[in-house]
């Protein structure tokens, strides 16, 4: 195939392992400076120029865009996704990944452990979001921080509210996070490629520092994941739109916490710890999907009129509970069951065999009229305060 990696940082360690993996396995490479691009819509199609002249064809781009050009790097990557370049990561999961408070936000319907978030902006919301969480000590995180810098362990309810209220005055948006103690100054750093995690290590913070980020001092070593962890992280990714990322958990008592998900992880710590080939496993994984590009399933299959793609709960439709897919009436009503989601296994393409059970959803294409009688209410909001459960538990 031939390859693109959007780096503005060429000689980077990752950057060089990315090129060397590639060339190694006999592809054709090239390491282009994100911020070269011209994204060209003059034309009847969608174009890129690169250093001024029009760009040759790629099979996949690999985007690693740092955080200070996220705007100007994920229009990039959008560019070649209208191109029909192939990318592991889109510019939307990028996005997503970005921002703290919106990757919690999309990861808190699913059943992923988080620690305790709140997200406020008034004086008088402070006090009692830091009691929601569970009280000081407390973590404040900037929304956009990196490499640790940007989070801050406040001792003393006073101390966090002095602190909210400085980043406020300088017009910094903040999280309050629950201080996950029982993690010990440690972390997991797992890196995910399509749907598994192909190597992980624990990270330990230095000294009296509980922030375990390899650039404040944290030392590295290979860990063999519980499933649970690996779960999460496969998970996590997936639900952001990640083909290849680096999720971060603590250890919390009852199991993984997800602190955040990296579109661009380095693979220095990663590499030196676990002697694996981390590059190799990420530029053999792009070079089997070339063929399949990404594409918004959603907006495509909405653009017959009156056809569109929904999600069916069982037990919200009548009588669904104990029959067959066959017997279900769903084929004669012209809806296609595109995947069966039980718990948090999926079942794609299901056979017209499989008897249907409660929890299960069923991701449908069909006439809109048809499926909206079956789509059930809203959900319900759940009763307050749950411990988070060890296995994620199906959504209802
Ligand atoms: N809620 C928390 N409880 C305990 N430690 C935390 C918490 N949040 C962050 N940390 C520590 O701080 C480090 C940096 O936090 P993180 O949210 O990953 O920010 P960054 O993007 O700067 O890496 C983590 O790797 C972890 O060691
Ligand atoms: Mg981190």
Same mark, same amino acid.
């Given at each position: 195939m031939k390859l693109a990696i959007l780096s503005r940082a060429p000689q980077a360690y990752s950057t060089q392992r990315l090129r060397a993996a590639a060339l190694?396995?006999?592809?054709? $490479?090239?390491?282009?400076?994100?911020? #070269?691009? !011209? *994204?060209?819509?003059?034309?009847?199609?969608?174009?890129?120029?690169?250093?001024?002249?029009?760009?040759?064809?790629?099979d996949a781009v690999l985007p690693r865009i740092g955080n200070s050009v996220t705007y100007f790097g994920t229009a990039v990557v959008?560019?070649?996704?209208?191109?029909?370049?192939?990318?592991?990561?889109t510019a939307n999961g990028i996005t997503n990944s970005r921002d703290k408070l919106r990757?919690?936000?999309?990861?808190?319907?699913?059943?992923?452990?988080?620690?305790?978030?709140?997200? $406020?902006?008034?004086?008088?919301?402070? #006090?009692? !979001? *830091?009691a929601r969480v569970g009280g000081a000590p407390v973590v404040i995180k900037l929304l956009e921080g990196t490499q640790g810098i940007g989070v801050i362990l406040a001792p003393e309810v006073k101390v966090a509210e002095a602190i909210i209220e400085t980043l406020h005055s300088t017009k910094q948006n903040v999280l309050i996070q629950r201080f996950v103690a029982e993690s010990?100054?440690?972390?997991?750093?797992?890196?995910?490629?399509?749907?598994?995690?192909?190597a992980a290590m624990r990270r330990s913070a230095n000294g009296d520092e509980f922030r375990s980020n390899v650039h404040r001092g944290?030392?590295?070593?290979?860990?063999?994941?519980d499933p649970a962890f690996e779960q999460a992280a496969v998970r996590s990714a997936q639900i952001m739109g990640l083909r290849v990322a680096g999720v971060d958990m603590l250890e919390g008592d009852e199991g993984p916490l997800v602190m955040e998900v990296n579109s661009s992880p380095g693979l220095e710590g990663l590499e030196a710890a676990t002697k694996l080939d981390v590059a190799g496993a990420i530029v053999d994984f792009i070079a089997n999907q070339v063929a399949f590009p990404e594409i918004d399933v959603r907006q495509r299959l909405s653009v017959?009129?009156?056809?569109?793609?929904?999600e069916l709960v069982v037990h919200g439709a009548a009588d669904l509970v104990g029959r067959t897919l066959g017997e279900s009436g769903l084929s004669e009503r012209d809806i296609t069951v595109l995947t069966l989601h039980r718990g948090t296994s999926v079942i794609p393409n299901p056979r017209s065999s499989v008897v249907l059970e409660g929890e299960d959803r069923l991701l449908?294409?069909?006439?809109?009229?048809?499926?909206?009688?079956?789509?059930?209410?809203?959900?319900?909001?759940?009763?307050?305060v749950r411990k988070l459960p060890k296995q994620p538990i199906p959504e209802g």
């Amino acid at each position: 195939m031939k390859l693109a990696i959007l780096s503005r940082a060429p000689q980077a360690y990752s950057t060089q392992r990315l090129r060397a993996a590639a060339l190694q396995r006999g592809h054709e $490479v090239k390491v282009l400076d994100t911020l #070269r691009f !011209a *994204i060209d819509l003059s034309g009847t199609e969608p174009d890129l120029q690169y250093r001024g002249r029009r760009l040759s064809d790629y099979d996949a781009v690999l985007p690693r865009i740092g955080n200070s050009v996220t705007y100007f790097g994920t229009a990039v990557v959008r560019q070649f996704e209208q191109m029909d370049v192939y990318t592991p990561n889109t510019a939307n999961g990028i996005t997503n990944s970005r921002d703290k408070l919106r990757a919690n936000q999309i990861l808190s319907r699913h059943n992923i452990g988080m620690p305790a978030t709140a997200f $406020v902006r008034n004086r008088a919301d402070v #006090r009692p !979001a *830091i009691a929601r969480v569970g009280g000081a000590p407390v973590v404040i995180k900037l929304l956009e921080g990196t490499q640790g810098i940007g989070v801050i362990l406040a001792p003393e309810v006073k101390v966090a509210e002095a602190i909210i209220e400085t980043l406020h005055s300088t017009k910094q948006n903040v999280l309050i996070q629950r201080f996950v103690a029982e993690s010990r100054g440690r972390d997991i750093r797992a890196l995910v490629v399509g749907d598994r995690v192909v190597a992980a290590m624990r990270r330990s913070a230095n000294g009296d520092e509980f922030r375990s980020n390899v650039h404040r001092g944290g030392s590295v070593e290979a860990v063999e994941l519980d499933p649970a962890f690996e779960q999460a992280a496969v998970r996590s990714a997936q639900i952001m739109g990640l083909r290849v990322a680096g999720v971060d958990m603590l250890e919390g008592d009852e199991g993984p916490l997800v602190m955040e998900v990296n579109s661009s992880p380095g693979l220095e710590g990663l590499e030196a710890a676990t002697k694996l080939d981390v590059a190799g496993a990420i530029v053999d994984f792009i070079a089997n999907q070339v063929a399949f590009p990404e594409i918004d399933v959603r907006q495509r299959l909405s653009v017959s009129t009156g056809y569109g793609v929904a999600e069916l709960v069982v037990h919200g439709a009548a009588d669904l509970v104990g029959r067959t897919l066959g017997e279900s009436g769903l084929s004669e009503r012209d809806i296609t069951v595109l995947t069966l989601h039980r718990g948090t296994s999926v079942i794609p393409n299901p056979r017209s065999s499989v008897v249907l059970e409660g929890e299960d959803r069923l991701l449908c294409f069909g006439r809109l009229e048809e499926m909206r009688s079956m789509i059930p209410e809203r959900r319900r909001r759940r009763a307050k305060v749950r411990k988070l459960p060890k296995q994620p538990i199906p959504e209802g």
